[in-house]
């Protein structure tokens, strides 16, 4: 089978191959300190996916790299402060400061995001056989977090000021409408994220959650459905608690820190959603043993695989050992 139809295999339930779809994801960080190695995963295991082009016709008001030491500014106008080169830096100073969001005005919604070449990702979709991911991946509960500083966010929505409630309606719309023009082109799948999990808990109640940010990522997900393309989102620590909200919604796949969780108790989810990954980057690919790896990827097969609901999927990151990281896709493959 091509990428794309191993993917949607996998994502069905009907993968009678046997083989997950791979995926490696690399920070900067690995690919300037382990080149090598990043080469010869990818030429050993050739990853069954394949990201569209995102050329705007306008360019946005970011400046600087995120993954340099320094100072960058995102599309919405935050301002990150980078002092490790290859991850992506904290914002030490809100753009909005007032309390009650008076000072909302701040914030730059990055509408030049609508007006990309639409034939250009076409294109690539044509002359492909990987399965393509979007060019765009809304992230409403982070986003907020860098415009606001994460404490700040937390005591706002304990009693939210109505600027900010009319900030996430008009965010909201923002990200919907995003959606729908990529779900017009011919990729297979949109995605969304927020990280949304400490080491053993979700960072805010599960009912919050689900009253303020559950219904987002509802339409998300129902945009996607009903322009028959997949949905997949990112979300790292400990979310148990909303895993089963987001398979009864139809979200097709979730990249998740599963080992955090604790592989068994995701067992009554599987082939109800597929594991995008991912293996465990805090402790098994920076200090397992070549047999610690194996015996994690065989957990995951034996607990969640059913026709599918797997992808061999794990970050490169700092930390992480290079023949580890090629030992879990090389695992996968046997």
Not at 137 to 164: A, G, H, S, V, W
Request: include cysteine.
């Amino acid at each position: 089978m091509s990428g794309r139809e191993l993917v949607n295999a996998t994502l069905e339930f009907r993968n009678k191959s046997g083989r997950a779809p791979r995926q490696l994801w690399t920070l900067p960080w690995a690919e300037w300190n382990h080149g090598d190695m990043i080469e010869k995963i990818r030429q050993d295991f050739p990853s069954d996916f394949g990201g569209a082009p995102c050329i705007l016709k306008e360019a946005t008001i970011e400046e600087g790299d995120p993954y340099r030491n320094g100072i960058y500014r995102d599309p919405w106008g935050c301002l990150f402060t980078n002092i490790h080169e290859g991850v992506i830096g904290e914002v030490k100073d809100p753009l909005v400061k007032d309390d009650d969001w008076e000072d909302v005005e701040n914030v730059h919604i990055p509408r030049e995001w609508l007006d990309f070449d639409r034939e250009a990702v076409n294109d690539y979709c044509r002359n492909t056989d990987l399965f393509v991911m979007c060019g765009c991946c809304p992230r409403p509960f982070e986003q907020l977090q860098f415009i606001r500083k994460t404490e700040n966010l937390y005591m706002d929505l304990m009693e939210i000021p109505d600027k900010l409630r009319e900030f996430m309606k008009t965010m909201h719309a923002f990200y919907c409408e995003l959606l729908e023009e990529w779900a017009k082109t011919e990729v297979d799948a949109l995605n969304f994220m927020d990280d949304w999990g400490a080491q053993n808990s979700l960072l805010i109640h599960p009912n919050l959650w689900r009253e303020l940010f559950k219904p987002m990522y509802r339409d998300y997900i129902d945009i996607a459905k009903r322009h028959g393309k997949k949905i997949f989102m990112h979300s790292d620590g400990y979310i148990l608690d909303i895993l089963p909200d987001l398979a009864d919604m139809g979200l097709d796949a979730i990249n998740s820190q599963i080992f955090c969780m604790g592989v068994e108790k995701l067992a009554p989810l599987a082939g109800k959603i597929t594991f995008w990954g991912e293996m465990d980057r805090q402790h098994l690919l920076v200090e397992g043993t070549t047999e610690d790896i194996r015996n994690a990827v065989k957990k995951v097969r034996e607990t969640l695989w059913k026709d599918g609901g797997c992808i061999a999927q794990c970050e490169f990151g700092p930390g992480a050992k290079p023949e580890n990281v090629y030992e879990m896709f090389k695992a996968w493959q046997e």
